[in-house]
């Protein structure tokens, strides 16, 4: 799909990209666990997908809850790659849902 297909909710089959690691190797309260923590939280934020090689920017998107407001009244790198659709969390088999 283009992203500007799926953002908008109009091709229903993408999917989301998480993040774990071991708990045992980055420990509750670690810089470890923070640094990760930080990179997980940021990484999919528009401003984020914008630095990314134009090449790999079509096909990443970001969630509706990594901004504020209404999807018609974003500007910018949040119009750019916010996404006006999501799933319920923590399930991809899912059907998308407009939520913005």
């Known amino acids: 799909p283009t992203r500007n297909e799926a953002k908008a909710g109009n091709y229903g089959v993408v999917y989301e990209s998480t993040m774990q690691w071991n708990t045992e190797r980055a420990t509750p309260g670690s ?8 990179i997980r939280s940021n990484a999919g934020r528009s401003a984020a997908l914008a630095k990314l090689d134009v090449d790999t920017q079509q ?29 319920l969390a923590a399930n991809s088999c899912a059907p998308l849902r407009v939520t913005k």
């Open 59 to 87: 096909g990443v998107m970001a969630s509706p809850s990594s901004y504020t407001g209404g999807y018609v009244d974003q500007v910018g790198d949040v119009a750019a790659f916010g996404s006006r659709v999501s799933r």
């Open 31 to 38: 810089d470890l666990e923070a640094f990760l923590a930080a």
